[in-house]
């Protein structure tokens, strides 16, 4: 499957970059920035010499050629306005924008209220288009705020996903989560290829994927990190210990068999800057991108994973040996077994947040010992309910607690010993 950069190197190596024929969805909170993803697409695709269609509901055609000023390609570039006569009104303001000639490709729609007119003007621009134009709809709460109704909005999506996949495009969608319900989101997410949620929390800015066609890795699924560097989106990667150095060995092998970076960039449908910041140590990457890596340098993964320290013992368990193989309790709870035999139990559960989990760990009648290592949640012990910090901990003797919750940003761990 033929695979395109998004603009972020972080990004690229977290979900394996984008397939040709993505729809992304963009579920987002106020304060998170997510203007910056879209301003990467935009210049990536202009840098591929791709087209970009932008479709605006949510701002003026001036505010938007502000923002993207200093990356525009006005030959690859056409805007489809709905903001003038939309959300706009009509007013003066906006209208101004037209007395002046330009030579960009600007297309208003008179009448972006009627869904006809407006897919009508998009299906005839579409057409003229050989294969692989690349879009972004602004807002798609801006079109049901237009429109009337989460109905409309939902047939709209309905009919231009599967026929935007069918043109070998790749398309960003954005919309407001708060300001839709839950059915509406859930529905775009059975109909589309790439769901990433963006959040805030803590004043920390956090990106998840909610779905992922085509992936094998999990990774993305989980809570990351992110900041705005300038215009840029640094993505942080949990460090992996089992590769905790796998950044310095790819560059060892790589210079070895004199390979650039940009050749094995080239090679595994990567950029020159994700390998960079990968042997460097900046970043991880996905189990995907590592075994493409190996393969272009003709490696066995084992190579880089195999512990090269001296000293095994086997009373010694090491760090990595538990975190290799998790288990899944429930979806966003796992269990790292650390020792598991008849006589004895002691692993360590990991909550992700916003997580519930309606039972216990386990049926057994034997004591029960547990810590928190990291975070903070709720449980639930005879009807009565406890916030669990850092450093608490329970005993339990008969009583099996009847609800776990995590509905923090970040992951809570607790160490189990029975």
Known sequence: MSKISSGISSLDGLIDSLYIGDNVVWEVDAGTSYDVFMQNFIRQS???SQRVIYVSFNRSPQTILNEISKILSPEHFILIDCFTSGKGKNDNTFLRFYENPTHLNIIRINNPKSIEEFTKTLNS???????GVRYVFDSMTGMQDLWGNESDTYKFFTYMCPRLYDLGTVAYWFLEKDAHSQSFKANLRHITQVVFDLYKRRDKLYIKALKLNNRQDREAFKPHLYEIDDRDVIITFPRREPAGDIGN???????????SQKELADKIDLTPSFISQLESNQISPSLSSFLQICNALG???????EDKKPGMTSWLIRKEMVFSSPASLENGVRVHNIIKDERFFAGIIIFQPGTTLNKHFSHHKTPEFIHVLKGEFFVTVEDRIERLRTGDSVYLKESLPSQWWNEGGEEAEILVVW
């Open 46 to 48: 202009f840098d591929d």
């Open 125 to 131: 621009i579409e057409d003229s288009f050989s294969f």
């Open 299 to 305: 490696v066995n993964p084992g190579q880089f994973l």
């Open 249 to 259: 060995r790819i560059r060892e092998i790589r210079t070895r068999l004199g390979i």
